[in-house]
């Protein structure tokens, strides 16, 4: 099966060379081609170039791109897509003057979410997530992480991790699962917090890696929930058993957890609302990836983290939509691209680096993912026809996707 789209008005984040990671002043620049073609075969792209340099071109469809922008999908590289039910009614406390740190202090929040997983069948579930998934599918989301988190106790986040391991085997798309092994103190560890980390760390790490369920490690590393010691332990049990860390840290306090995240070479640190120089130092001269979610800012009313320091400071920066039922009730990467565009001052080009090639480093899959590239995944966006692409961030509501194509097949 092969797919040839002609006349696209202008072809986005093509490479040359398998660029896997965009930092500081490079990620100003998003290099596109004007009148251009993409060639599809199977699930690859084996070709791109101007419309002028394409002759007698044979494929089995033929889509004309006319006024159409082409892009690579979107790669959210924080979600936690499985989950049951919603919040809602916290949501609507929350316009009538709680916090969500006032929710979680009465036994709302996570633990809510977590007594509703707990009650719900492995295949009610998968239902519910494989809804989301396909929605934000046809909303250009090509390659997706998803969490843990929402179980607290062994077997109900080994079913979260079965969950996702079915979507992962019945989607098209990229799917990397994560165990968020410490995400908040179950009601029955109120006063034991150290007793939690030791079933983490003794129990839940070894079985979910007995069933190879998990490539990341993540912990929420906040007040209120687990301190460094906390996260230390959780960390280095998870890299004991060939976990890699990606965290969240710094949503609400800074207190060093970026640093120790760094320390064990954490292949993303994700949030960062609230940033010191300290963090900004430790991420100097590592591979470690910050990772922004500004749908859950703009969800929460809390800071935005702040990109332009970060991209200023010669560091790489990642976009992600963080799609769970308490902070950030949606996965639409277009909003969350403009978001960045909007709140955080991100150039386009920066917001969609950020979105692409930056997303996919943050899963370990940008040799594949995140780029018009020979060789690479044809996991394409085409828009409907627009003028420029900046229409994409500007029109902030408005849905700009005309087709979706995942693997070279129309989704
Ligand atoms: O990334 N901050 C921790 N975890 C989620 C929210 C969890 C929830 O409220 O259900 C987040 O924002
Ligand atoms: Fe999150």
């Known amino acids: 099966m092969s797919i040839l789209i002609t006349n696209i008005k202008e072809l986005l984040q093509v490479r040359d060379t398998n660029v896997t990671i965009v930092k500081g002043k490079n990620m100003r620049t998003l290099p596109t081609l004007k009148n251009a073609y993409v060639l599809i075969e199977h699930d690859t792209i084996v070709e791109f170039g101007k419309m002028t340099d394409l002759h007698d071109q044979e494929a089995d469809e033929i889509i004309d791109a006319t006024g159409k922008m082409v892009l690579p999908t979107w790669c959210d590289s924080h979600t936690h897509i499985v989950y049951a039910g919603d919040r809602t009614q916290e949501f609507v406390d929350r316009i009538n003057g709680l916090s969500y740190e006032d929710i979680a202090n009465r036994g709302g929040g996570i633990l809510n979410s977590a007594e509703t997983l707990q009650n719900t069948s492995e295949d009610d579930l998968y239902d519910q997530a494989s809804k989301r998934l396909t929605d934000v599918i046809k909303l250009g989301t090509g390659a997706i992480e998803i969490k843990s988190g929402y179980g607290l106790n062994v077997n109900a986040e080994l079913k979260m991790l079965r969950v996702i391991k079915r979507l992962k085997k019945d989607f098209p798309i990229k799917v990397k699962p994560t165990l968020l092994a410490a995400h908040a103190i179950p009601k029955d560890y109120k006063n034991n917090k150290s007793a939690f980390i030791d079933l983490v760390v003794n129990e839940l790490i070894p079985a979910v890696a007995k069933e190879d369920l998990a490539e990341y490690i993540d912990v929420f590393c906040?007040?209120?929930?687990?301190?460094?010691?906390?996260?230390?332990?959780?960390l280095k049990a998870g890299i004991?058993?060939?976990?890699t860390p990606k965290i969240h840290v710094n949503q609400f306090n800074a207190f060093g957890g970026v640093a120790l995240a760094v320390k064990h070479n954490a292949l993303s640190v994700d949030h960062l609302e609230e940033l010191k120089q300290e963090d900004i130092t430790a991420l100097k001269n590592s591979e470690t990836m910050p990772v922004a979610l500004p749908a859950c800012s703009y969800f929460l009313s809390i800071p935005y983290t702040p990109g332009r320091e970060l991209i200023d400071a010669g560091l790489p920066l990642a976009l992600a939509s963080d799609y769970n039922?308490?902070?950030?009730p949606t996965g639409n990467m277009n909003f969350v691209v403009s978001a960045a565009c909007i709140k955080m001052k991100l150039t386009p080009e920066e917001a969609i680096?950020?979105?692409t090639i930056n997303g996919a480093y943050a899963m370990g899959i940008s040799n594949q993912y995140g780029s018009v590239c020979r060789g690479k995944k044809a996991?394409?966006?085409?828009?409907?026809?627009i003028d420029s692409y900046y229409q994409l961030p500007y029109a902030f509501g408005d849905n700009l996707i005309d087709t979706v194509i995942i693997n070279g097949q129309k989704f």
């Not at 004991?240 to 976990?243: D, E, I, S, Y």
């Not at 039922?325 to 950030?328: C, D, E, L, N, V």
């Open 222 to 234: 906040e007040k209120g929930y687990f301190d460094l010691e906390d996260t230390n332990r959780v």
């Open 240 to 243: 004991a058993h060939r976990m």
């Open 325 to 328: 039922p308490g902070s950030t």
């Open 353 to 355: 680096n950020a979105a």
């Open 379 to 385: 996991n394409l966006i085409i828009t409907k026809e």
